[in-house]
């Protein structure tokens, strides 16, 4: 059984910096795509970045281009996601995402296309 759990979240001051993370267990060789997604209050869970496992294909939000970046140590079965200049529109929930395909930029958006999700690691921007 595949598990996904992040970590890394918490209060922080705008322009502050946050790296979340996303440790995997289970048969992670099912992974091709590990990505975030993000769901601020009353909002829908956005697409916010995702790259192979492999450490190609990096595709990023609309909404976060620049300040955020995605990496991955495959050493730690763990996804990482920095994140720079937080703003408090960037208050939400993060999670952690895996798909057992390649996903192409036309679909890397679509959540359905993701088989195990992580629970959540909240954000929050305030001063």
């Known amino acids: 059984q595949v598990q996904l759990v992040e970590s890394g979240g918490g209060l922080v001051q705008p322009g502050g910096s946050l790296r979340l993370s996303c440790t995997a267990s289970?048969?992670?060789?099912?992974?091709?795509?590990v990505g975030w997604f993000r769901q601020a209050p009353g909002e829908e869970r956005e697409f916010v970045a995702s790259?192979?496992?492999?450490?190609?294909?990096?595709y990023y939000g609309d909404s976060v281009t620049g300040r955020f970046s995605i990496s991955r140590d495959n050493a730690k079965n763990s996804v990482y996601l920095q994140i720079n200049s937080l703003k408090p529109e960037d208050t939400a929930v993060y999670y952690c995402?895996?798909?057992?395909?390649?996903?192409?930029?036309?679909?890397?958006?679509?959540?359905?296309?993701?088989?195990?999700w992580g629970r959540g690691t909240q954000v929050t921007v305030s001063s």
């Open positions: 995402a895996a798909a057992q395909d390649p996903l192409s930029r036309k679909v890397i958006k679509s959540k359905p296309r993701y088989q195990y």
């Open positions: 289970g048969p992670i060789f099912d992974f091709y795509t």
């Open positions: 790259m192979r496992w492999s450490g190609t294909n990096t």
